[in-house]
């Protein structure tokens, strides 16, 4: 499998690419990285140096790879953080691209924006460029609960709200919705969710919540997911070896006490993830 992930960097930790690319390396996957920014170290810090990449030099990149002509090999196309607002231009078009060079290419959008604890924290352009430009055309989504209900219109909380949620947002487009952070009030205490919606049914998996904030995790989640799911078409397998994976990844990051992801640590619960929790098919 070939992923082409347009995406954020940094030098120091792991969000975006820098979290992406070594968990789909670790399982097989190659990757083709392309960076939207070049930053010291992600945002949530509150001090940050490096540039954003402009659009037009982004777009460069992404001709430079057409031009090796592999756009027929890839399968994927996987963006997330969006530095600017013209970067959701050079996505889609690199989208009808790679789906003309090759018509069974997915593509997977993280439309990243926000969460419920800190609200929206992108560039004021970018909801809306994500909902009425990019989300239209993915294949597959992976929003946390409180990006989904922003696509959508919505407010979603239990589960049927969220299953409605997540049609309301196949119906804009995409075939396949997975919902990550999903926090229903009838869940046991100390627990969170993800939820994979499908045209062929919809099925949730719960995990403990640890007491941690891990940036980054869910470009991993969306990275996983998507190749696995790409890979066997078994969206409640990908959604079980996902949750394994990344709940290893966090109970790993939490039990060091450092802030940053411990990607690298980790990289055995990728390749051959213990598959711990049970998913439950709810549609």
């Not at 009030?185 to 939820?195: L, W």
């Amino acid at each position: 499998m070939k992923v082409l992930s347009i995406q954020s960097a940094v030098a120091y930790g792991h969000v975006g690419n820098s979290a992406a690319v070594f968990p789909l390396q670790r399982i097989g996957v190659e990757v083709l990285p392309v960076y939207t920014v070049n930053f010291s170290n992600h945002t949530g810090y509150g001090a940050w140096r490096g540039p954003l990449i402009a659009p037009d030099d982004v777009r460069e990149v992404i001709t430079g790879i057409e031009e090796r002509g592999v756009f027929d090999k890839i399968d994927v196309v996987l963006s997330g953080y969006q530095g600017s607002e013209g970067i959701a231009d050079v996505i889609v078009d690199a989208v009808a691209r790679v789906k003309a060079a090759n018509p069974r290419a997915v593509y997977a959008c993280d439309p990243v924006m926000g969460n419920a604890k800190s609200g929206c924290f992108v560039a004021p352009a970018i909801p809306e460029l994500l909902r009425e430009k990019v989300v239209p055309v993915a294949d597959i989504i992976t929003p946390n609960q409180f990006e989904l209900g922003f696509l959508t219109g919505t407010d979603p909380h239990t589960i049927e709200e969220t299953l409605a949620s997540a049609d309301a947002a196949r119906a804009m487009g995409p075939d396949t919705v997975l919902v990550t952070s999903v926090e229903r009030p009838d869940r046991e205490e100390g627990t969170i969710e993800m939820m994979a919606v499908t045209p062929r049914g919809a099925w949730i998996v719960t995990t403990p919540l640890l007491p941690m904030k891990a940036n980054g995790s869910g470009d991993v989640t969306a990275a996983l997911f998507t190749a696995h799911y790409t890979g066997s078409g078994d969206a409640a397998d990908a959604l079980a070896r996902t949750a394994s994976s990344v709940f290893d990844l966090l109970e790993a990051t939490h039990r060091s006490g450092e802030r940053e992801l411990q990607l690298v640590e980790s990289q055995e619960a990728y390749a051959n993830p213990r598959m711990q929790f049970a998913v439950r098919q709810v549609r």
